[in-house]
């Protein structure tokens, strides 16, 4: 198993940049997929709320 | 504090502080008259010190209530005291290196007050003493609040936060006595670096299993960026600190990484512990604590989710700026570089949301001390962020590197953006937790703001003109081509400016100093509150557009 530095050049210069473009476009839908708006809206509101005891059930 | 274990607890404890002071005792047997039996006989003090403590209240009564109706703040309280303690020990002997640069004679002439074992007690002091305990603390307090559930244990959080201050401990007294890996940030030998990857790993392992008990759906963002800083520190802290020891009765280890693939391990490590330490885990609070003082909710949650991936994406290649015309392969300086400048867009998103999310409470901002501390600190981080960006890259930085440009970056990230942020935290957490209806003195929180920012300015501006200055002394040529100026002629130039920088420490200091005092007092003297009401402010949350 020996890699030339060209091998790993083209692979990171190919691959890498792949699966970096790739990963920006996952976080992306998860972030503006419209589904979620309602879940982030509860989870930055909800720190808010005065209550400091744990939930229980 | 262990009136809220039972006794099976309690047993379990014991065991543990008991096996500490154990393995202690192995090690000062090894270790003999090497520090290696000092340490061990330290370990075997701070394992006897619990265990003692531990039986102290051994058959003390039962917790009576039931645990799960509340929250487990004791170890956040004694991890506050402990990042304070911290504080004051790790920026005074700042102070004092500071003051040595500018007048040698104060290393008094002995092997452990020189310059160079004194340096890093000051640094893994703020960094991980003040800035580690600090982050402990306020992490178990976000997970518990956001989650809704009490912490997954009862023993492993004591065990986390002792057990690291014990880390602490080691690196710092091994310093004075001259052990050292000569890693940046990573000197502690290869047996307190042992210890932290168990305590670090059974801190990982109770923040996950507390997010796991949650009552809410969604994890809130602050805790992403508790579990990147947990996570990542644990890798970085193992990769870099795989070494062999000489032998088993010596602190002397040797890395096994060898020449450059050491450097660009090391500051692999040494940046991403400016990221995930210094940057991920202080955005954590930032994301809490900024919207619960400011009784606002963040302003685009989205933007923190992409700046949260952003800056764990990119921070992983940057390192390489810190080699830059050395023996490492070019192409990996440039990829260091450029990931350092992209870095600024996921900072820049970081800072701008923290101080859109104030926009429309600049009243709360100027009459609040306490979330003056916080806004200030999103505008070094802004700031500091950028610096770094341009540091970065390679022309900069052939003007930069080595000077004295560099240690007031780290300063203006470390005491505008850090300790701001960190100030802020406490001083929103401590009337909460004991239950107060604020600080002590409301004066007190100001006159340490004012002292903070007016020491970080001084600080910054002493070293950018003393870095800059000095790095255009060092490229200076004559007609002749010779060097314009000796490394000496560039020493004498730097004196009044390192007067300046002490100076700057020392305001820090004393507010740091203040700030230990009003927490005393506010634990000691401030009345109970009868509602939590009356600490925050009043006004029902404003939703930001979004």
């Known amino acids: 198993m020996d890699f030339s530095y060209e091998t790993l050049v083209a692979f990171s210069k190919s691959w890498g940049l792949f699966y970096m473009m790739g990963f920006f476009l996952c976080v992306c839908v998860y972030a503006f997929w419209p589904r979620n708006r309602k879940r982030f809206d509860r989870a930055k509101h909800s720190i808010l709320e005065r209550d400091d005891t744990p939930w229980q059930k | 504090m262990l009136a809220n274990l039972t006794s099976s607890e309690r047993q379990n404890a014991l065991i543990l502080a008991g096996g500490v002071t154990l393995v202690g005792a192995v090690m000062a047997i090894m270790g003999r008259s090497d520090v290696l039996g000092v340490h061990g006989v330290i370990v075997m003090l701070f394992g006897g010190v619990v265990s003692w403590m531990v039986m102290a209240s051994f058959y003390g009564p039962e917790p009576a209530e039931d645990r799960a109706a509340s929250y487990y703040d004791d170890p956040i309280k004694v991890g506050i005291a402990l990042a304070m303690a911290w504080a004051v020990f790790g920026m005074f002997m700042g102070v004092w290196v500071a003051a040595q640069l500018a007048w040698p004679d104060l290393a008094f002439d002995a092997a452990w007050s020189s310059f160079g074992r004194l340096r890093p007690t000051h640094t893994s002091g703020v960094i991980f003493g003040f800035g580690g305990n600090a982050l402990i603390a306020t992490s178990f307090h976000v997970v518990q609040r956001t989650s809704r559930a009490r912490l997954a244990g009862q023993v492993s959080p004591w ?142 949650y989205r933007l923190s989710i992409l700046s949260f991936w952003g800056i764990t994406f990119f921070y992983m290649w940057a390192g390489s700026h810190h080699l830059h015309y050395t023996a490492l392969p070019h192409w990996v300086q440039t990829l260091g570089m450029t990931f350092s400048v992209m870095l600024l867009v996921p900072s820049w998103a970081s800072a701008g949301n923290a101080l859109l999310t104030l926009n429309g409470a600049w009243h709360r901002v100027r009459d609040d001390a306490t979330l003056r501390f916080m806004m200030a600190a999103a505008v070094f981080y802004g700031l500091s962020t950028f610096e770094g960006s341009f540091m970065a890259i390679r022309p900069v930085n052939s003007l930069s590197h080595y000077t004295d440009w560099t240690v007031g970056h780290v300063h203006a990230g470390a005491l505008g953006w850090v300790a701001l942020i960190t100030f802020g935290s406490l001083y929103t957490l401590v009337p909460s937790l004991w239950k107060r209806e604020g600080m002590y003195s409301a004066t007190l929180v100001e006159v340490h703001f004012w002292l903070a920012i007016a020491g970080t300015l001084i600080y910054v501006f002493a070293m950018w003109n003393s870095g800059i200055i000095q790095g255009l002394m060092w490229r200076t040529y004559t007609e002749e081509g010779s060097l314009a100026y000796s490394f000496l002629d560039s020493l004498v130039a730097m004196y009044p400016y390192y007067i300046a920088r002490a100076f700057g420490g020392l305001l820090f200091l004393i507010g740091a100093v203040i700030g230990c005092y009003n927490m005393w007092m506010t634990v000691r003297a401030a009345p109970l509150a009868a509602t939590r009401a009356a600490d925050a402010p009043v006004l029902p949350a404003a939703v930001p557009g979004e």
């Open chain 2, 159 to 300: 065990f986390v936060l002792l057990g690291f201050n014990l880390f602490c401990v080691l690196a710092i007294s091994g310093y004075l006595l001259g052990v050292t890996q000569s890693k940046e940030y990573a000197e502690a030998e290869w047996y307190a670096d042992l210890w932290l990857v168990i305590v670090w790993v059974t801190y990982f392992m109770l923040y996950i299993a507390t997010i796991a008990r949650r009552k809410e759906p969604h994890i809130y963002v602050a805790n992403w960026y508790f579990m990147a800083f947990i996570l990542v520190v644990a890798i970085l802290h193992i990769v870099n600190n795989l070494a062999i020891p000489v032998s088993w009765g010596h602190a002397k280890s040797y890395t096994i990484w060898p020449g450059v693939q050491d450097a660009m391990v090391q500051w692999w490590y040494g940046h991403n512990a400016v990221a995930f330490f210094l940057t991920a885990g202080f955005l954590g609070m930032l994301y809490y604590y900024l919207p619960v003082r400011a009784q606002r909710p963040i302003f685009s």
